[in-house]
């Protein structure tokens, strides 16, 4: 069994996925679709990118960093999702997916902005608004079942790239804290930062030496360069309802 399931592979789900795995939690991450940031033309709000950024290659390298962290990925639309036994929701989840086998996990994140319906059975409390559900949750994404968490846009954070992932993070905190992880925060620190006033590195901690971090900056460059190198071969999604040619 996993410790944890994120329903959803968009930037929310991607973000929390990130943090979960680095914590050393076993993380799958199972998405039916395409994240909704594949719609958008120029991507111009979300920090670090001072001209922008073309989303579907953004959403590639959140994608590779979830993968470097260790995230596992399935492909397949969650159509229910139920406790194992009925009477203990520490025994964890079953989500079954259309065509592929059930899959087992002890927490669950809902990431999967516009669908919950297959949290129905589980009662989470979803609030309606038009023709949409929203999740409804406390301010860390916790659902009023225990081990089931909401993250993103489903859970009515506001519409932006930036909120979502920022949000899926402090998901992903929340799961760290409510399981068995070893967990102070996921820092990388200069080397004696702790260890130089006498203090244990704390767990989820890490220093380095300043040939180590060289080595992270050449290697991070190297990735860059490689993923900037040529404009990116997908055009934005269209809305489902505007005719294509
Ligand atoms: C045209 C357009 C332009 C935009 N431009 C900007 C912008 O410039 N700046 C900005 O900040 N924001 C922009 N946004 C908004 C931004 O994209 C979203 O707020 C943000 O990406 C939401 O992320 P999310 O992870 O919550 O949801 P999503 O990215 O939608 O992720 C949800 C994922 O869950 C999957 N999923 C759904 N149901 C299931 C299921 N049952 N089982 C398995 N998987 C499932 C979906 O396939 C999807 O991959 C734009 C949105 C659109 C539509």
Known sequence: MRDVCIVGGGVSGLAASIFTARAGLDTLVVDGGEPI??????????????DGVDA????QLVREQAGTAGVEFELGRVTRAEPITETALEDGFVLETDGGEPLEARRVVAASWSDSDYLVPLDVGRLQRGSKHFVDTDDAGRTVVDGVYAAGRLANEPHQAIVA????????????????????????????????????????????DDDERQRRDEQARQTMLEAFAEPFDAEPTMHPSVAQE
Do not use: M, Q
Request: hydrophobic share 35%; net charge negative.
């Open 165 to 208: 992932a920022g949000h899926g993070a402090k998901v992903g905190l929340a799961v760290i804290h409510d399981s068995e992880a070893n967990f102070y925060h996921d820092w990388v620190a200069p080397a004696g930062y702790f260890t130089g006033r006498g203090r244990d590195i704390p767990p989820a901690c890490e220093e380095i």
């Open 56 to 59: 579907r290659r953004y959403l």
């Open 37 to 50: 940031l594949a719609r958008n033309a120029s991507l111009e709000n979300y920090p670090g990118f001072p």
